[in-house]
């Protein structure tokens, strides 16, 4: 058998990081938060389908500890109603450098496995972050699209400046692209301050 070590150190990552994951979820689930995003962002189901599918269960296990803490009383909540907590799935885009490369349909392919496996999960929604493009924009929405991936979403746009995504197209446009999508709850600009 071969092994990569950048993608089996990447695995191994994830694997020992389960215990705080979990405990910092909860901290911020005990702060108020009421939405926890899965760590799926850069597991790719190539990987390990079963990451994916524990990144899941870890934010729907601290969820339920949330639950169980507030149901017992516990004074860090100062008789508040008990709140709706969601839970997306989170997927990180393919990657700046290499959409000279891709087309919407291989960008499509590369995500299906990911979203599919997701889909399969008991997260509330997909969160497809940090999208850079319009083309990725237009195969989430596809794959949304089908039969077999029935399942609600938002999208979040890395930009520039407020105006752009990074990659340059029209953040409007991109915006567009989730609003045309009936699968999508929302579409949120997120500013990328790194870039000036």
């Not at 071969?2 to 979990?22: A, W």
């Not at 269960?57 to 639950?67: D, K, P």
């Not at 291989?106 to 509330?124: G, M, P, T, Y």
């Not at 446009?173 to 997120?190: G, R």
Request: glycine share 4%; hydrophobic share 40%; net charge negative.
């Amino acid at each position: 058998m071969r092994y990569s070590v950048n993608k089996d150190c990447h695995i191994l990552k994830h694997l020992f990081m389960i215990p705080l994951q979990k405990q910092v979820q909860l901290d911020y689930l005990k702060a108020g938060a009421n939405v926890i995003i899965t760590s799926s962002y850069q597991i790719f189901a190539e990987e390990s389908e079963a990451l994916l599918w524990k990144s899941v269960e870890i934010a729907l296990e601290a969820r339920e500890l949330f639950y169980d803490e507030f149901s017992n009383g516990s004074d860090i909540h100062n008789d508040r109603k008990k709140p709706t907590i969601l839970v997306p799935a989170s997927v990180g885009s393919y990657g700046a450098c290499l959409f000279l490369q891709m087309t919407p349909e291989k960008l499509k392919e590369f995500h299906r496995r990911r979203i599919e496996v997701l889909a399969e999960s008991s997260a509330d929604l997909i969160a497809f972050e940090t999208i850079l493009n319009k083309m990725e924009a237009q195969a989430y929405a596809k794959l949304l699209g089908e039969d077999k991936i029935n399942y609600p979403a938002w999208f979040s746009f890395n930009s520039k400046d407020g105006v752009n995504v990074v990659s340059g197209d029209s953040l409007i446009e991109c915006a567009s692209i989730a609003d045309s999508c009936k699968k999508v709850i929302a579409a949120v600009p997120l500013r990328d301050s790194s870039r000036g």
